[in-house]
């Protein structure tokens, strides 16, 4: 009798706790400040429910059924857009890409200790060090593309400046944990026009959609915002921005974001 009980005694609201409804997990985030519950689907699929201090389950169990639909339609997006991207093992013969292409790994046994990653005669060449530890490899990889793709992207700036009409700001090329891109503009008086930041993994894509992503950004120095002033602005600089966004949506989730096997 007591063991039955038990079984249905609904869970506790609290941080962290893992709830199941209607067969979807959801974890639970709770605030002292929020007023009302509230759904998000992270980029992993993760479904989050944000609670009010102090609400009951049973709240908690009709809001998330309420909204079943919507959760459903968000989940199967999440799904259908989650990044696929696969490790690479640092061994002769992997594939990786730059602007496109696909260039094999070589690893060259004579190489220092410490030597950068280079591309020679088509291949991309590690040291012995590099390829017998993961953390090692993986950071001077992502180092080459760092350097490789600034310099890339520095002769890409002057162009497309032009063509959206504004001054070119720095650039600089690193790990912004997932994102393509970001440009801050500078202090408020400042006579520089900001910082362009793209991520190293852009690098890999072919260079229409590398040019994509430096004009999306260029054109944050006119217009903070996605509104429809921006929108308009890119496009007349880039009439297929749509088409490329779209092929980026696509092609992007299957690149190369730094795992080793």
Known sequence: MTAATASHTPPD??????LTVDGVEL???VSGRRKRFALTVEPDAEVVLHVPAGRPFMDAERFVREHRTWLASKIALRVETMPLSPAKRLVEGEVFRYLGRTYRLAIDRNAPAGSAVRLVAG???ITTEQAQNPAVGRAALIDWYCRAGQAWARGRLQPWAARLWVAEPAVGVSDLGGRWGTYNRGRKGDSASGLMSLGWPLFQLPMHLVDYVIAHELAHVRINGHGADYWRILRSALPE????????NELGRRMWMGGIA
């Open 27 to 29: 974890r639970v985030r």
């Open 241 to 248: 921005c749509d088409e490329r966004r779209g092929e980026l």
């Open 13 to 18: 609201l609290v941080e962290g706790a893992r």
């Open 123 to 125: 291949r991309l060449v």
